[in-house]
């Protein structure tokens, strides 16, 4: 089964400064996804990628899909205290339509 | 829309006690999936449905957990007999049928077994 790993797992940062989180998958990803978390709250989507070096931009978060299909980052600029909470990566199996699998996390701390 | 709809938000439960979580999906959505979430384990699918049916419910720990989804608008996820451990933040999300298609989160149910 695919297995998703994420580092750091966890993250201080002063604001204003800018980091890169990562997602390295067991195995070829056919669709990666963002997402963010606040603590005590659900999932809010940030963006997916499918393709081998597809790079996508939301506001001042930045997501690419490294060419081999096998690790995906995500970097923030200039980041700021609403970025904290907790980022997780998800994958899809290469039919496109099951259930993500997630990494564990990466807990974002901003501080002033 | 509203969104998923989750309820209760916390359920705080004795040990063996029966434990019922709900969920709506959002309207026009045809999956839906239940999943647990742990400091230890990270955020786990327990199940999940494909128009109403349950397609892989591998992820499910023990013959304690049930799921249903009766209809298109609701599910339940029930464990009876509750235990310490399945102290959790369960999660429901839905997504439209299609490739690579997002899935959208409730808020969860934080539940405490004590």
């Known amino acids: 089964s695919q297995e998703l790993e994420q580092s750091p797992q966890s993250l201080i940062v002063q604001e204003g400064k800018n980091l890169t989180i990562n997602c390295t998958s067991s195995?070829?990803?056919?669709?990666l996804y963002w997402y963010k978390q606040k603590y005590g709250e659900g999932l809010i989507f940030l963006m997916m990628?499918?393709?081998?070096?597809e790079e996508k931009s939301h506001e001042k978060i930045t997501a690419k899909l490294d060419e081999k299909k096998q690790q995906s980052s995500l970097h923030i600029t200039a980041s700021q205290p609403s970025h904290a909470g907790i980022y997780l990566c998800?994958?899809?199996?290469?039919?496109?339509?099951?259930?993500?699998?997630f990494g564990k996390g990466t807990r974002l701390s901003v501080i002033a | 829309d509203a969104g998923v709809i989750q309820s209760p938000r916390h359920e705080v439960t004795e040990m063996g006690q029966e434990v019922t979580l709900r969920c709506k999906p959002i309207s026009g959505h045809n999956s839906l999936f239940w999943y647990r979430q742990t400091m230890m384990r990270g955020l786990e699918l327990l199940i999940y449905f494909n128009n109403n049916v349950p397609i892989d419910d591998s992820g499910m720990p023990e013959d304690r957990f049930s799921a249903k989804m009766p209809n298109a608008s609701f599910s339940t996820l029930k464990i009876q007999p509750s235990e310490p451990r399945d102290s959790a933040v369960y999660f429901c999300?839905?997504?439209?049928?299609?490739?690579?298609?997002?899935?959208?989160f409730g808020q969860g149910t934080r539940l405490t077994v004590v």
């Open positions: 998800g994958a899809v199996s290469l039919s496109g339509n099951t259930p993500l699998v």
């Open positions: 195995k070829t990803l056919y669709g």
């Open positions: 999300a839905s997504s439209p049928t299609g490739k690579n298609t997002e899935a959208f």
């Open positions: 990628l499918q393709k081998g070096g």
